[in-house]
């Protein structure tokens, strides 16, 4: 979204608003047919355009001269656009929420099945996600449609690529005060630990209102509610702690739905305690633990929080200082590693 | 065990004051009989607390009644009498209006209102701490009211979210989540409930039963193929009782 060149049409909404964009489709229409269909073929033009032209397009039957990626994604709106709340089950009557019968009806069992098999299907929602957030659009159901095809693409397929605009866009509308839940949600239903690079970069933003939300997604990194430090040395902090603690993070699954505060990110003391990598679903170790491993975990455990926090930033510093080293001191028995990182830290186990 | 820092301690008396069986005796016993130590100021600062547990516990049961309408917040709506809807799908307190009369008009006019399942819980909140001090005091501490989500909530109220605790107690939030929700439809990632003590919950939107039946609920609005299940989180969400507290203690 950001950084690539706007195409005519895309210029023309932005200028001329939706319904001065609705003009020029319709005198294009009558005079150029062709060169209209090929500014609507631009690679670079935007989802919102081509939403906002919807309804011009099928009614003058335009939609089979579109490309295939263009064609789909206003066959993907049309299948993931419902306005209004469902009756279908018991529980939805009562409460209004739809099910996923409702969405089986319409249309939600193909483009899943669709997603699976076509690459056309994900390009044409890749496209939708990020080119199709823009603030100046309508809320209600155009937002909606934009929060299922970016739910789709990183709960469904975990598709990557369009995290760094998704960050852009959580951060743009959080700026306006729009609504951020559900592309939070999506943005962290991703599992990828490495995103989170994305937010924190958001703490040295000249714009106070990013560093705010970064401070608040990142919550779970020390010292992110002190309010005494900002600007690049917040930033940089950040980026320490990231980088010494990304193997041994995990999805807690808390929510901006759940809690004013949540903690989206916990640090597995047992990993890194371990020094071995830990599954950001899970938090487990995603390969068995040999016999000396075992037996530390076990006397680890059996320690309280204090202690088990610093053993576990001991064995960390040390590894990353001298493999060879964290190999001795690893085979001590825990009184005496814990002696050990009591002494690196200036204090007393 | 529970601990006043004024020295009482005869905490039979606070205990004739509930039915056995009722939300505040429950809530007492599993304070007094936990491993872990609480504090209170005095036993009035314990009573307020479970005066408030028990308000939570009624506004809820009095949204269930009256079937306040489930909408996601694209497409909430409130009487507009009383409130400003925001653009984000929030309420603000319309200007000119009196805090206490808005929040007890969505008690009264409950079918003018829709809204998900976080607001609900601020609602509850809000509602609570007015049947607890009362309109003329809660107009004086809460003159500008933001129904929406948790981030809105007034500062004196202050939520705050604990984990891993030793004992859950009736006028808690809990969370309910389901991992594998369809994307389709996000408003089914988890519910927000109120313990309504003796193991019975109130989430907005699916309404009043046991864990299992949130979870049942929640289960069948999950991806296709999923196997894993919704589950109760091990968190609660607790108004500031303390602060609510000392504000009424101070005003009176």
């Known amino acids: 979204m950001t950084g690539a060149p706007l195409s005519l049409l895309d210029n023309i909404r932005v200028s001329n608003g939706p319904e001065g964009l609705r003009s020029f489709f319709s005198e294009?229409?009558?005079?150029?047919?062709?060169?209209?269909?090929?500014?609507?073929?631009?690679?670079?033009?935007?989802?919102?355009?081509?939403?906002?032209?919807?309804?011009?397009?099928?009614?003058?039957?335009?939609?089979?001269?579109?490309?295939?990626?263009?064609k789909r994604a206003l066959e993907l709106a049309d299948m993931l656009s419902k306005p209004g709340p469902a009756v279908v089950s018991?529980?939805?009557?009562?409460?209004?929420?739809?099910?996923?019968?409702?969405?089986?009806?319409?249309?939600?069992?193909?483009?899943?099945?669709?997603?699976?098999?076509?690459?056309?299907?994900?390009?044409?929602?890749?496209?939708?996600?990020?080119?199709?957030?823009?603030?100046?659009?309508?809320?209600?159901?155009?937002?909606?449609?934009m929060e299922r095809c970016t739910a789709l693409l990183l709960a469904y397929q975990r598709e990557r690529s369009i995290l760094p605009a998704i960050a852009d866009t959580i951060f743009e509308r959080h700026r306006h005060g729009r609504l951020i839940h559900n592309l939070v949600w999506a943005f962290f239903e991703a599992h990828h630990r490495e995103s989170l690079y994305l937010i924190a970069q958001r703490l040295d933003s000249p714009d106070m209102r990013d560093v705010i939300l970064a401070r608040k997604l990142l919550g779970f990194i020390p010292g992110m509610d002190d309010d005494r430090e900002d600007g690049p040395a917040l930033?940089?902090?950040?980026?320490?702690?990231?980088?010494?603690?990304?193997?041994?993070?995990?999805?807690?699954?808390?929510?901006?739905?759940?809690?004013?505060?949540?903690?989206?990110?916990?640090?597995?003391?047992?990993?890194?305690?371990?020094?071995?990598?830990?599954?950001?679903?899970?938090?487990?170790?995603?390969?068995?633990?040999?016999?000396?491993?075992?037996?530390?975990?076990?006397?680890?455990?059996?320690?309280?929080?204090?202690?088990?926090?610093?053993?576990?930033?001991?064995?960390?510093?040390?590894?990353?200082?001298?493999?060879?080293?964290?190999?001795?001191?690893?085979?001590?028995?825990?009184?005496?590693?814990?002696?050990?990182?009591?002494?690196?830290?200036?204090?007393?186990? | 065990m529970i601990r006043f820092e004024d020295g009482f301690s005869d905490l039979e008396s606070i205990f004739a004051q509930y039915r056995r069986g009722s939300p505040e005796y429950e809530a007492l016993s599993k304070l007094s009989e936990s491993s872990r130590s609480y504090v209170y100021l005095s036993r009035e600062e314990l009573e307020f607390e479970l005066s408030l547990r028990k308000g939570i516990i009624d506004a809820s049961l009095a949204l269930y009644r009256r079937r306040l309408p489930f909408r996601i917040f694209q497409e909430s709506f409130c009487n507009e009498a009383y409130w400003d809807r925001r653009?984000?799908?929030?309420?603000?307190?319309?200007?000119?209006?009196?805090?206490?009369?808005?929040v007890e008009d969505i008690f009264i006019s409950t079918r003018m209102y829709g809204t998900e399942c976080a607001t609900a819980i601020v609602i509850i909140y809000y509602k609570a701490?007015?049947?607890?001090?009362?309109?003329?005091?809660?107009?004086?501490?809460?003159?500008?009211?933001?129904?929406?989500?948790?981030?809105?909530?007034?500062?004196?109220?202050?939520?705050?979210?604990?984990?891993?605790l030793a004992d859950y107690l009736p006028g808690d939030c809990r969370y309910v989540r389901n991992p594998d929700v369809d994307p389709l439809t996000p408003e089914w990632q988890g519910e927000n409930v109120i313990d309504l003590g003796n193991g019975r919950y109130y989430g907005h939107g699916i309404g009043l039963g046991s864990i299992d039946y949130f979870i049942d609920a929640l289960n069948r609005n999950r991806r296709e193929g999923s196997q894993a299940s919704a589950y109760l989180m091990d968190t609660a969400t607790r108004p500031d009782f303390r602060s609510l507290y000392l504000y009424r203690k101070n005003a009176s």
């Open chain 1, 90 to 145: 018991s529980v939805s009557r009562r409460s209004g929420r739809r099910s996923l019968g409702e969405y089986q009806k319409n249309g939600k069992t193909t483009v899943v099945e669709a997603m699976r098999s076509d690459a056309v299907t994900v390009s044409s929602l890749s496209w939708i996600a990020e080119t199709g957030w823009d603030i100046n659009m309508p809320e209600g159901p155009y937002e909606l449609l």
């Open chain 2, 129 to 164: 701490v007015l049947d607890v001090y009362m309109p003329e005091l809660f107009d004086r501490a809460f003159p500008r009211i933001v129904l929406m989500n948790w981030r809105d909530m007034d500062q004196l109220i202050d939520p705050a979210t604990y984990r891993g």
């Open chain 2, 87 to 102: 653009q984000d799908g929030g309420f603000v307190l319309k200007s000119g209006a009196r805090p206490s009369r808005a």
């Open chain 1, 235 to 349: 930033y940089h902090r950040a980026l320490n702690w990231l980088t010494v603690n990304m193997p041994y993070i995990c999805r807690t699954g808390e929510s901006m739905q759940m809690c004013p505060k949540p903690l989206f990110y916990t640090v597995s003391y047992e990993a890194k305690y371990l020094c071995r990598q830990v599954s950001e679903d899970s938090g487990k170790q995603p390969a068995p633990l040999n016999e000396l491993e075992a037996e530390r975990l076990e006397c680890f455990r059996n320690l309280d929080e204090p202690r088990r926090r610093l053993l576990a930033d001991a064995s960390c510093s040390l590894y990353m200082r001298d493999m060879n080293q964290w190999l001795s001191w690893f085979s001590l028995p825990i009184d005496d590693q814990l002696a050990f990182a009591s002494l690196m830290t200036g204090g007393s186990a």
């Open chain 1, 28 to 70: 294009l229409l009558h005079t150029d047919r062709i060169g209209l269909v090929e500014l609507l073929n631009d690679r670079h033009l935007c989802f919102s355009t081509l939403y906002l032209l919807k309804s011009d397009i099928k009614s003058r039957s335009l939609q089979d001269m579109l490309s295939i990626k263009y």
